[in-house]
């Protein structure tokens, strides 16, 4: 696995975790990505960048700037995507308060749309369903030990569409993960003619 040769031990704090591909890196898109790191309430003790300049996707490209985390807690964001300013505040708080060592929130979609799952939106955490399908974004709270132990992101789903981060999940729910759902709106999931809201090909 990627991280088998971590030893070392994690310090206290949040790590915010945001691959790009080379194009996006500088422009608007990823300066709105950046603003609302910088702008949290609770600040993150460090970010971890990874640059896809090889085509290698954003499974490969997350996992790079996974390997840079140093924290107990990573914080993912795609960079596209723009967190509120108390995402990761009220991401730790419920992490600390339900002891779950992965925390996924809701989202409001931009600059308009409907989540593509209603039928999960406020319910409480459920395995079994996750198993048949994806519901959980990437931009979830998540111990890194943890994520670090299960291997990190590998695409699953069909070819047409693999999913980057349910692979991790599934490796996760295998390690004994403690998932918890909040249905506070704590970022925006943009969607716009230049990404595939959950396709590996282009974030």
Not at 75 to 95: I, N
Not at 120 to 127: K, S
Request: glycine content about 8%; aromatic content about 12%.
């Amino acid at each position: 696995m990627l991280f088998d040769n971590w030893r070392g031990p994690y310090r206290k704090g949040v790590t915010a975790v945001v691959p790009v591909h080379l194009p996006r890196l500088g422009n608007a898109v990823f300066e709105r990505c950046m603003s609302g790191i910088r702008w949290q309430d609770h600040p993150v003790d460090a970010i971890s960048i990874a640059v896809d300049t090889t085509h290698a996707g954003a499974a490969a490209t997350r996992n790079e700037a996974l390997a840079g985390v140093t924290t107990e807690w990573t914080a993912f964001c795609d960079s596209d995507d723009q967190w509120r300013p108390g995402h990761v505040s009220t991401l730790l708080r419920a992490a600390e308060e339900s002891g779950a060592d992965l925390v996924y929130p809701e989202f409001n979609i931009a600059p308009h749309g409907d989540n593509p799952w209603p039928h999960r939106e406020g319910q409480p955490f459920d395995r079994e369903v996750l198993r048949t399908e994806n519901y959980i974004p990437v931009t979830v709270l998540v111990r890194t030990r943890m994520i670090r132990k299960s291997g990190g992101f590998v695409p699953k789903g069909p070819p047409n569409n693999p999913c980057d981060d349910w692979g991790a999940w599934d490796a996760l729910l295998d390690e004994g993960a403690v998932f918890h759902h909040i249905s506070d709106r704590t970022w925006f999931w943009w969607w716009w003619a230049g990404n595939t809201s959950g396709r590996g090909d282009v974030w």
